[in-house]
């Protein structure tokens, strides 16, 4: 091993390990903890509104009976999908260039299962019984009803927010017995310590290291199809026109990842620069990135084309009805704004210049990170509000509380984000390491 | 913070009576009789309906035949009680004014009987006091009266019909030669009886035939609408409907939209004068030698089609009792032409007991005269109800002594010195004609809650008694009456519900006058008419404490708990209006705002008001809903209100609705065939993925007759009270949160207007109970569709997937804030569903399972089981049944070629289905 790669370590190591230890923005970042705590306070005053006096604080009825929580529900789940897709698709694929943002993605990704895992049980009637969709030895000798895309849902959301888990934390191990010594007090030390399970980088270590890791992708790469596919079926199982469609997995996978590499891509601009990543996340990785971007965002489009044309070539009544209030009923405007912010100012990206302006990247993913929202708020108010029987026609406003409980679910997101990024390592640094040595190039790594 | 009935109707403040004394009350009543003796915790000398069994046997119900007063008349009904607690009502199947049925006031008078915000004792200058202190002023008085020969001592009364209330009343004035009793009548028959006077020269009741005949032609008379008569008129209509070839013919002309109208064969929109022209030129053509302008070419068309029909059979012509009597005069003289006298159309002596009062006008002159010292007003409240040109209150001013009796502590108790609470009907003994004029004895469910009299009993104070013994008042009259056979009579009556043999003969008296003071032209009108009628959900305010009835949507427009300003499409369009639009409503001198409600088929210059609002029981559920419209009747004309005009206030306010859009949109929700093809066409062949589930009996199903229904909402009431449904109060409704498990649909562009009562469909492959992940929705082996509300744990995909959207959703703990007497009055069959739990009809499967207990326990095959909206139904619309029996009424009425599945194209294979409309033959409509 050259003097040369070992000061390139040492430099890497360098850059990614010191921040928790000695972070650059102290005060940067306790404002914006601040903030977030002040979200997250958001959330346990709304969620004790709700469970005092129950789901009717909300503003949902017969017959639009989901609202926010089930839209909300869908997009952070599919945010999240662009963490283990980048982490673990690209690690079984070999593309190098993901070990500069596997980290904080995947991070990202717990937040927002944890999030998305939140909503379905804050929505239900009775939430202190919401246990009963698993399949546990009771009493009552009952199961769960199979059949229900609902109990898939809860095997779903739980399978992916356990692999994810794990493969975040086996991923992180090595560099946290690198943390731990650096570390300069003891308390720290103790923490990382405990938390790098004794990692002391033997070649053993590494080879079991390998195999679970390799292994944990592995489960973890056909999660990012089944989830979404399995939450598309919670609507398009049923026999409500408008969610009865056999394009709907595709179409909320794609959706999913699209709204999650926009995610990614915000994220990636905004901690780059205040932590003084810029040789690790480069232009070339946000170039990458917004590509995905535009890649994922053009097979959603087609999703929506595809719908249209599934309801106009069905012929059936209902369905053409339901696409008729899409596109000029009440919630028109959803349909619109999602049109719009998903589509329109992603058509910079065909341009390669216009990829590696950060601030431009930036707002682009901003735009379809909302349009994401207004899709799954369309999806569930539209198909919903105007069913087959007039008599039952009705429209929904959300409640003040459901505002502020999606204020504060932010909050959720947000503190133990902001944790992470104070406290652990954002980026692989032994994997950048591994990457630039085969490369040779830390712009691929 | 104030309570606000509008929002939390549920959340009432603590009751006076609280858990524990309502607990020692019934602990002492099943102690004192339920559970020693073996006469039940009711009145000792009730009788039960069908046979006594012996001692209490909590759990099974017990009935009792007995009935509610509505307008001054009996509603017959039986009482189902458990252990003393009433918590059903029926119609009363032996008595020939109910057969079995009722209306939806009936069906709510048990909450009445619950009411939390019933008065509970008697107060003196608003503040409580014992019933022992108005005693002793009440015998004070009658020594004084008696001295003084009743002078300055003056009664008020409503209408009733009750003899004993009669005989007490009479004796009074015999013993106070100079006190004097007057009446505030609610008009519903003074046309009807001046017409007779003029007629016949006797004032008549008249008992119209609608089963007897082939054709009606209804004028301004919303009969099948909501009054004392509507059971036994949709009972007749029912009938008539259902006679198969000869289906009976009904031509409509009216102003505003009514049920009547709705379910007519041909609907003629009228302007309110002329009524008067259509008959008048009706009359002419039948050459009743009465000159008549020309009528319009749609009234040309009418009266061409009425004389079409009229001429093949038995015709009976209708007037509204809101039309001067002149016209209903000219309508009995058609009548007389058209055969009708005695085919289709009887009379019958009045059944009220109240004819002999003097008006209420001659008391208010004496009160402003001073003449006046103490004034009764027995169940009544002229502070309200007294039509406004009559200035009663002003002449309150003058009035020294006001007593008031009721059941509320209302708009006259609260001007009065003394307030004396009443008992419900279903607590106190009494008696009372039913519209036919047959007797029927009132028996108490269920002692008094409260510390209340019954009328018998204050007016037995009044006279200087003790007035506890209501029950030797009432038979003392039937003693009497009956002499030696008392005893068995006395017994029949109580067990019957109704005494044999009291109905009086239909006369045929022979016509005195044919004259007619008709107005030859109708008088210029300058500005909109309004036209004013009882609201059909709190009628005339009676029910305005009611909050079932508040909640029962009007059957037109849907509207829950306020009233409106209903007005045609062209009038909203010239003022730019919109459903919810404040306006005010002036005839210069009185202004009343509302907001505004848009219905086709109106006549275009008029406004449709109702009364019943805008009351002010302090602390009530009614206070500060709506409008009294009432304050523009006058007693000339009580029931229009001309030369108003219509501002718009430029405020709109959201209107609850449980169903906000009333058209079909181009659908076949309610469908229609000829009389003549009766056949509905489906074009949609059942696919299905599934071996078919093998055939099991029973398998229970429903149809619903959409020819039949008349939109009355009996059936909605009657589900509420049997299956403790919560009310949620207007905010909920308004956001979509109305909890009735059995909602009727209502569309405009039907054939015609349309009901389509829409209960769970139990669809043999439901879409609800696919997703649901707990199992709470499941399917039973005879077909039913359950609900099980303590494995829900709310997730509501079952509501989404529903095509009918017939299940609801308990948003909030809807019941824990229910006042002790309404969880008293709660059907112990029927599980109380609490906070975050699916709800929804459940074709009354207590009721299925109580037979089929019953059929176990006796080794006998299942018998028949009627559903609470079933057994409700007036005119026999609902028919319910095990359809794997072929020989079932169900399984009859399903083969009819008329039957059709709502929203077939699901393929959900529904066990509710309904029984097309027969429209009339294509070019005749």
Request: charged share 20%; proline share 6%; with cysteine.
């Amino acid at each position: 091993m050259s003097d040369f790669s070992r000061q390139a370590d040492r430099a890497i190591t360098e850059d990614i390990v010191s921040i928790p230890l000695d972070f650059p923005h102290p005060r940067l970042w306790r404002l914006f903890f601040g903030m977030s705590l002040a979200l997250l306070g958001c959330f346990f005053v709304s969620a004790a509104v709700l469970f005092v006096d129950g789901v009717g604080v909300w503003g949902i009825n017969i017959p639009v009976n989901w609202g926010l929580a089930i839209a909300n529900y869908v997009w952070f789940l599919g945010i999240g999908h662009a963490g283990t897709l980048i982490s673990a698709l690209l690690l079984i694929a070999g593309g190098h260039w993901r070990n500069s943002l596997n980290r904080f993605a995947e991070a990202m990704t717990l937040c927002a299962v944890a999030c998305a895992g939140l909503y379905p049980i804050l929505h239900l009637g009775r939430p202190w019984l919401f246990y009963w969709m698993a399949p546990y030895p009771n009493t009552m000798d009952l199961w769960p009803q199979f059949k229900s895309p609902l109990a898939w849902d809860f095997f779903a959301v739980l399978t992916y927010l356990i692999v994810s888990l794990l493969f975040w934390y086996i991923g992180i191990v090595p560099d946290l017995a690198a943390l731990r010594d650096r570390a300069k007090s003891r308390g720290r030390q103790v923490v990382y310590g405990l938390l790098a399970l004794g990692w002391r980088g033997s070649g053993r270590h590494w080879a079991r290291w390998q195999q679970a890791y390799r292994l944990t992708a592995a489960i973890a790469v056909p999660l990012v199809v089944s989830v979404h596919s399995e939450i598309s079926l919670l609507f398009a199982a049923g026999p409500v026109p408008g969610w009865n469609s056999t394009v709907f997995p595709p179409y909320f996978v794609l959706g999913a990842a699209f709204s999650g590499f926009a995610v990614v891509l915000m994220i990636a601009i905004a901690i780059r620069h205040p932590l003084g990543l810029d040789r690790l996340v480069t232009d070339r990785h946000l170039d990458r990135l917004a590509l995905f971007l535009l890649a994922t965002g053009l097979m959603t489009a087609y999703g929506y084309l595809a719908e249209v044309f599934d309801a106009l070539y069905s012929g059936e009544g209902p369905d053409i009805d339901t696409l008729r209030d899409r596109l000029t009923g009440t919630y028109a405007y959803s349909y619109w704004a999602a049109v719009i912010f998903n589509f329109l100012p992603l058509q910079m990206l065909w341009f390669a210049r216009l990829r590696r302006k950060p601030l431009l990247l930036f707002l682009v993913a901003l735009s379809v990170t909302v349009g994401m929202w207004f899709e799954r708020f369309m999806l569930l108010t539209t198909a919903l509000y105007r069913d087959r029987l007039v008599s039952s026609w009705g429209e929904y406003s959300p409640s003040h509380w459901e505002w502020a409980l999606f204020l504060g679910m932010l909050g959720v997101f947000l503190t133990p984000y902001l944790l992470f990024v104070r406290y652990l390592p954002v980026i692989s640094a032994f994997e950048v390491k591994e990457a630039y040595r085969k490369t040779g190039r830390l712009e691929d790594a | 913070m104030p309570f606000d009935p509008t929002t939390e109707p549920n959340r009432r403040p603590p009751a006076e009576i609280d858990r524990r004394s309502l607990l020692k009350l019934m602990g002492a009543s099943l102690s004192l009789a339920g559970l020693v003796g073996c006469t039940g915790s009711h009145d000792e000398n009730a009788l039960p309906y069908v046979r006594q069994p012996e001692g209490v046997t909590p759990g099974i119900a017990k009935w009792y035949a007995t009935a509610v007063t509505f307008c001054g008349l009996a509603q017959p009904v039986l009482g189902k009680t458990y252990t003393g607690r009433p918590v059903k009502l029926e119609g009363n199947p032996d008595h020939p004014a109910a057969q079995g049925k009722s209306d939806a006031f009936t069906q709510a008078a048990l909450l009445g009987l619950y009411d939390p915000n019933r008065s509970r004792g008697p107060r003196r200058l608003g503040t409580p006091v014992g019933w022992a202190s108005f005693r002793r002023w009440a015998t004070e008085n009658a020594a004084a009266m008696d001295r003084r020969r009743g002078e300055g001592f003056r009664l008020l009364t409503g209408p009733f019909s009750s003899p004993t209330l009669a005989r007490q009343i009479r004796a009074l004035l015999a013993r106070w030669p100079l006190a004097r009793w007057h009446i505030l009548d609610d008009g519903l028959f003074t046309a009807e009886r001046a017409a007779t006077q003029s007629l016949f020269g006797q004032s008549l009741t008249l008992q119209p035939s609608f089963d007897q005949a082939s054709t009606i032609l209804a004028i301004e008379d919303d009969f099948l609408g909501p009054g004392p008569r509507q059971t036994l008129n949709a009972v007749q209509f029912g009938a008539a409907r259902r006679k198969g070839d000869r289906r009976m013919q009904l031509l409509v002309a009216e102003a505003v939209p009514s049920a009547t109208g709705a379910v007519a064969d041909q609907r003629l929109a009228l302007a309110p004068d002329e009524a008067a022209t259509l008959l008048r030129a009706l009359a002419a053509r039948l050459g009743l030698g009465i000159d008549a302008p020309a009528p319009g070419s749609q009234q040309e068309a009418w009266i061409s089609k009425a004389l079409a029909t009229a001429a093949q059979d038995r015709t009976l012509l209708t007037v509204g009792t809101t039309q001067p009597a002149a016209l209903v005069k000219l309508g009995l003289l058609i009548n007389e032409r058209l055969g009708a006298l005695g085919r289709t159309l009887h009379f019958s002596p009045s059944p009220f007991e109240s004819l002999q009062a003097e008006s209420i006008a001659d008391l208010v002159a004496d009160m402003a005269a001073g003449k006046v010292e103490t004034l009764l007003c027995l169940d009544t409240n002229p502070v309200y109800h007294a039509l406004p040109d009559l200035d009663f209150t002003a002449a309150l001013g003058k009035l020294p002594l006001l007593l008031h009796a009721g059941l509320h502590f209302d708009e006259t108790a609260a001007r009065a010195q003394w307030h004396l609470p009443l008992q419900h009907d279903l607590e106190s003994w009494s008696d009372a004609r039913a519209v036919d004029g047959t007797t029927v004895i009132l028996q108490p469910l269920v002692r008094p809650f409260f510390d209340v009299r019954s009328r018998h009993g204050l007016l037995d104070i009044i006279a200087g008694g003790e007035g506890n013994d209501d029950r030797a008042l009432v038979s003392g009259t039937w003693r009497n009456a009956w002499g030696e056979a008392f005893e068995e009579k006395w017994r029949a009556a109580l067990f019957k519900g109704f005494v044999e043999g009291s109905r009086p003969e239909t006369l045929s008296p022979a016509v005195r006058d044919r004259s007619l003071e008709l107005e030859t032209k109708s008088p210029p009108r300058q500005g909109l008419t309004a036209l004013i009628r009882p609201d059909a959900t709190v009628w005339d305010g009676v029910f305005s404490e009611n909050a079932w009835l508040q909640e029962t949507p009007k059957p037109l427009s849907k509207l829950v708990w306020e009233n409106v300003v209903q007005i045609a499409p062209a009038l909203a369009a010239r003022h730019g209006l919109a459903d919810g639009d404040m306006v005010e409503v002036s005839d210069g001198h009185i202004r009343l705002q509302g907001p505004v409600f848009i219905a086709t088929g109106q006549a275009d210059e008029t406004l449709a008001l109702t009364l019943g609002y805008g009351r002010a029981i302090a602390g009530g559920l009614s206070e500060g809903i709506g409008h009294d419209a009432g304050l523009l009747r006058r007693s000339s004309t009580p029931w229009r209100c001309d030369g108003l005009t219509l501002t718009p206030l430029g405020k709109t306010v959201p209107l609850a609705f449980t169903q906000p859009h009333q058209q079909q949109e181009g659908r076949d929700f309610v469908r229609s065939v000829t009389a003549r093809e009766k056949a509905v066409e489906t074009d949609i062949a059942a696919a299905d993925f599934y071996p078919p589930r093998p055939p099991q009996d029973p398998s229970w199903g429903m149809t619903i007759d959409l020819d039949l229904c008349i939109g009355c909402n009996a059936c909605v009431t009657a589900c509420q009270a049997e299956n403790n449904i919560p009310v949620v109060g207007k905010a909920m409704v308004a956001q979509g949160r109305a909890m009735h498990w059995l909602r009727v649909d209502h569309y405009t562009d039907g054939p015609g207007d349309a009901f389509q009562p829409v209960p769970c469909m139990h669809c043999e492959q439901a879409p609800c109970e696919m997703g649901c992940p707990v199992n709470a929705a499941v399917h039973s082996i005879d077909g039913l569709n359950l609900q099980v509300y303590n494995r829900c744990i709310g997730t509501r995909t079952c509501s989404s997937s529903c095509p009918y959207k017939v299940r609801r959703f308990n948003w909030f703990d809807y019941t824990a804030g229910d006042a002790d007497s309404v969880q008293a009055m709660r059907n112990p069959q029927v599980t109380v569903r609490s906070r975050g739990v699916m709800e929804k009809c459940t074709y009354c499967v207590q009721r299925i399972e109580e037979a089929r207990i019953a059929a176990d326990r006796e080794n006998q095959p299942l018998g028949e089981v009627v559903t609470a909206c079933q057994q409700a139904c007036p005119t026999q619309a609902i028919v319910f049944g095990n359809i794997a029996d072929p020989g079932s009424h169900v399984s009859r009425t399903k083969a009819d070629p008329r039957n059709y599945t709502l929203l077939e194209e699901a393929n959900t294979r529904p066990r509710t289905t309904y029984l097309a409309r027969i429209r009339p033959e294509d070019g005749e409509g």
